[in-house]
């Protein structure tokens, strides 16, 4: 069945930019690979070995950073485990929280985002020895940037991502310089290189985590948005302790369906206290903090600053 439904895939991709979209979509959760990608931004250029192996319906997942600082994730059945040797600190974590990685496309309501998103052939190319579909994504408005995705003409993997800007200036990239969909991954492929025994571990004994879809019964929060750009919803709600503060975090996850952002909202005194209002940035990640009442609210994602500051800006405390 899953061959038929990548065969017919293949097929409506060969003329059909949204196709393509759905192609790549499909991959991220059903083929396994292991490969070494970069990410350039701001000057910065990150290099990471990746082993992303799907067995019975179960993603599990292993990050290791090649240069600068040793970082390691491992997304295993149950927990995200965060290894930082040289820090000698590591973080257990739930399986929803998010982390970064070869970025996925995550393909929401279709109609939505054509209402906001223009899609085009750019032709093929090759990437990584391997041929490639580029497709051009154009937002419609400032709210939100645009992409240049290259899929696996095969598997409909993505091998590369451009984040672009207004301006048409590409702010972050990801690119994979390798990659093997042939191997077999083994147990011990997706094993960490750092000891647990050697890392001062934090979360370990945070309580379970509280998520719902929006909507939801657990998923009830008292804050209200009095203004929102066009297509952006709310998608997820979750409640859970700070892994090293010991605090309790509300997440709430947006989505325009493709782009998405993350609102954290905490107690004002929990955390640095130093730690600037407004808006600051990182790469292509925009993040606009400020203090509401008793809370502090930090508004981020891969989207421009004013999609970030307009969140912000609109938060209110309903009690």
């Not at 997706?190 to 890392?199: M, R």
């Not at 302790?241 to 107690?267: A, N, Q, R």
Request: hydrophobic content about 40%; proline content about 3%.
């Amino acid at each position: 069945m899953t061959g038929l439904l990548l065969a017919g895939l293949a097929e409506s991709a060969g003329a059909d930019p949204e196709a393509w979209l759905m192609k790549i979509n499909h991959a991220a959760a059903s083929v396994s690979f292991s490969g070494v990608f970069v990410n350039a931004y701001d000057g910065e250029l990150e290099a990471t070995h990746v082993v992303h192996r799907v067995k019975d319906q179960m993603l599990q997942e292993r990050f290791y950073s090649l240069n600068g600082e040793t970082r390691e994730v491992v997304r295993d059945k149950d927990h995200i485990w965060c290894y930082m040797p040289d820090q000698k600190v590591g973080v257990l974590d739930s399986r929803q929280s998010l982390q970064r990685g070869f970025p996925r496309i995550e393909v929401g309501d279709l109609e939505r985002i054509k209402r906001n998103y223009r899609f085009t052939e750019a032709g093929t190319e090759r990437i990584a020895d391997r041929m490639a579909q580029r497709i051009d994504v154009t937002p419609n408005d400032d709210f939100r940037y645009g992409y240049h995705l290259w899929a696996d003409l095969e598997t409909g993997l993505l091998l590369r991502s451009d984040l672009v800007g207004r301006d048409r200036r590409v702010m972050e990239k990801y690119l994979f310089v390798t990659i093997d969909f042939d191997s077999e991954i083994s147990d011990q492929d997706l094993q960490a290189v750092t000891s647990k025994d050697q890392l001062k571990w934090y979360g370990r004994d945070a309580p379970p985590v509280s998520a719902a879809p929006a909507g939801g019964a657990s998923g009830e929060s008292n804050w209200q948005f009095s203004q929102l750009p066009a297509g952006y919803r709310l998608n997820k709600r979750i409640r859970r302790m700070s892994p090293v503060g010991g605090w309790e975090i509300e997440h709430l996850i947006w989505s325009d369906g493709l782009s998405t952002l993350s609102v954290f909202i905490k107690p004002a005194g929990s955390g640095h206290a130093s730690v600037r209002e407004g808006l600051t940035r990182m790469g292509a990640v925009q993040a606009y903090r400020r203090t509401i009442g008793d809370y502090r609210v930090t508004v981020m994602g891969e989207v421009p600053a004013r999609t970030v500051e307009f969140f912000a800006t609109g938060m209110v405390y309903a009690r």
